[in-house]
T-cell receptor, first 110, second 111 residues
């Protein structure tokens, strides 16, 4: 089944403790992206990647890092999480027929 | 800049028809998407318009007018399971394949 897999689904962490949210797609898509979703603000793009080793900032990149060492994986890294990064995160990949989203990661930073 | 506007919330009755409007002002345009999102879940694709006119897919239809920067999503024969948020998103060509989202319209369908 064609899908985008994110892990974990839920995560509660403390301020400053590094974490990684994984994202993997099995559709051989070149373009992948990370979004965060907050009430009243909609989905906002954090980072995107056009292909392996090619990444760029989206609209809200501060406090985040990404890497794209292989086509299928696009992890999101929070080096020093802060409470304002509490949000619902979605990974997405784009193929010929549109965008497929992962099931989301609800992150709480206390 | 990029601006996409849609109503925050709408209510409708089971079996009725509802139209959700979306207006956009973006620096470029390469297509408009509608997604459905149930609370806490991933957005799922509903429709895509790149040319003016109406696209129909079962109970759902989507319309686009590029000259007016306007789209709507029409839902017919509403069912309780249609209670969800509906997201309008524009593929603005300033960013390669980037989608810019509106804040979404929460639709509540009542019996």
């Amino acid at each position: 089944e064609a899908q985008v897999t994110q892990n974990p689904r839920y995560l509660i962490t403390v301020t400053g403790k590094k974490l990684t949210v994984t994202c993997s797609q099995n559709m051989n898509h070149e373009y992948m992206s990370w979004y965060r979703q907050d009430p009243g603000l909609g989905l906002r793009q954090i980072y995107y990647s056009m292909n392996v080793e090619v990444t760029d900032k989206g609209d809200v990149p501060e406090g985040y890092k990404v890497s794209r060492k292989e086509k299928r994986n696009f992890p999101l890294i929070l080096e020093s999480p802060s409470p304002n990064q509490t949000s619902l995160y979605f990974c997405a990949s784009k193929g010929n027929y549109g965008y497929t989203f992962g099931s989301g990661t609800r992150l709480t930073v206390v | 800049g990029q601006n996409i506007d849609q109503p925050t919330e709408m209510t409708a009755t089971e079996g009725a028809i509802v139209q959700i409007n979306c207006t956009y002002q973006t620096s470029g345009f390469n297509g408009l998407f509608w997604y459905q999102q149930h609370a806490g879940e991933a957005p799922t694709f509903l429709s895509y318009n790149v040319l003016d006119g109406l696209e129909e897919k079962g109970r759902f239809s989507s319309f686009l007018s590029r000259s007016k920067g306007y789209s709507y999503l029409l839902l017919k024969e509403l069912q309780m399971k249609d209670s969800a948020s509906y997201l309008c998103a524009v593929r603005a060509d300033t960013g390669f394949q980037k989608l810019v989202f509106g804040t979404g319209t929460r639709l509540l369908v009542s019996p």
